[in-house]
C-alpha cells in the first residue's frame, strides 16, 4: 500500500479571509486531516511552501485583478481537483456588487489616486476563468461542510451537502417563518441551506449568502417579496446582495428592475 498522502493547497484571492479561517476553526479535526493530508500550501496557517503539482486545490476569493487572471490558471495547471470555497469564490460574492455600477466611479470615490490601481471591471466567480470540480457556498463555509467535502475527496465518493433550502433548517431548528407570520423580507425559500438559519432564528430575514438553492423559484419568491416591501427596490436590492451574481439571482433582479422601469 502507498504511503503517499494527497497533497492539499489552500489559496486566497480577493476576499475577506472568513473562508480560510472556517477551516482553521476546525481545530481538532483538522489536526485529525492533517494525518491524513499533506497540507502543502496554506499561507494563512504556514508559511511553509511545498511546489505542486498537488492532488486538491481550495480556492477562496473572486477574480477582481489581471494578475489573478493568470495565478487561477496556474493553479488550475497544477490541480487534480480544484474546490471553489465560499460565495466570492463560486458568485463573486461582496465584491460583485460593482458589476451593477461602473467600477470607476467607484474607485474614484474610495481611492485618493485610482489610477495607481490594476483592477478588472468586474469580479468574477472561479469557475468564469477555469473548470471548477466542486464549488462549496457560503459566507462564510460551513466548517463541517469542508470537513465533509475533503474527506469524500479523499474517499472517492459524492460530498453529502443538504439539498434542500434554508427553510428546512428553519423547520428542523422549530423557528417560526419571519416572512409568513411577521411579513420579513426572506430569501430563505431561494437559498441553500448549510448556514443552519442562523438569521431567521435571530428575527431577521435570510439574505442569501449560501447561494441559490438549486430547485428553488426565485422569480414566484420576488413577487412575494416585491408585495410587502418596506421600501421601493428592497427585494432587487436583497437578490442582488452577497449572492447577486449568481445566474438566478441575478436573472431575478434584473427582471424586478426591467419591470419597474417598464412601469414608469
Known amino acids: 500500500m502507498s504511503s503517499h498522502k494527497p497533497t492539499v493547497a489552500v489559496h486566497k484571492f480577493s476576499s475577506c479571509d472568513g473562508c480560510q479561517l472556517s477551516i482553521l476553526n476546525m481545530e481538532d479535526e483538522l489536526l485529525d486531516l492533517a494525518s491524513a493530508i499533506d497540507i502543502a500550501y496554506f499561507l494563512e496557517a504556514t508559511r511553509a511552501e511545498k511546489p505542486g503539482p498537488y492532488d486538491i486545490a481550495i480556492v477562496e476569493g473572486s477574480i477582481t485583478t489581471p494578475h489573478e487572471m493568470e495565478r487561477i490558471k496556474e493553479i488550475r495547471s497544477e490541480s487534480k481537483t480544484l474546490v471553489a470555497l465560499g460565495t466570492c469564490a463560486t458568485a463573486g460574492g461582496i465584491q460583485a456588487l460593482r458589476n451593477f455600477a461602473n467600477a470607476d466611479d467607484l474607485a474614484s470615490i474610495v481611492y485618493a489616486h485610482p489610477d495607481y490601481l490594476h483592477f478588472l471591471k468586474t469580479a468574477t466567480p472561479i469557475s ?29 465518493r459524492k460530498p453529502n451537502i443538504p439539498p434542500y433550502s434554508v ?36 428575527g431577521r430575514g435570510c439574505y442569501g449568502c449560501f ?29 442582488r446582495g452577497i449572492s447577486g451574481y449568481a445566474p438566478s439571482f441575478r436573472k431575478t433582479a434584473d427582471a424586478i428592475s426591467a419591470n419597474v422601469k417598464e412601469a414608469k
Open 167 to 202: 427553510c428546512m433548517e428553519c423547520k428542523q431548528r422549530g423557528t417560526i417563518c419571519v416572512l409568513v407570520d411577521k411579513g420579513i423580507p426572506c430569501l430563505g425559500p431561494a437559498t441553500q441551506a448549510g448556514c443552519g438559519a442562523i438569521c431567521p432564528a435571530n
Open 128 to 156: 468564469e476563468h477555469v473548470s471548477v470540480d466542486l464549488e462549496l457556498w457560503g459566507c462564510p463555509v460551513n466548517k463541517a461542510q469542508v470537513i465533509e467535502v475533503i474527506v469524500a475527496l479523499l474517499n472517492h
Open 211 to 239: 447561494g441559490p438553492y438549486r430547485e428553488g423559484n426565485p422569480k414566484s419568491l420576488s413577487t412575494t417579496l416585491q408585495n410587502i416591501e418596506r421600501y421601493p427596490g428592497e427585494t432587487a436590492r436583497l437578490f
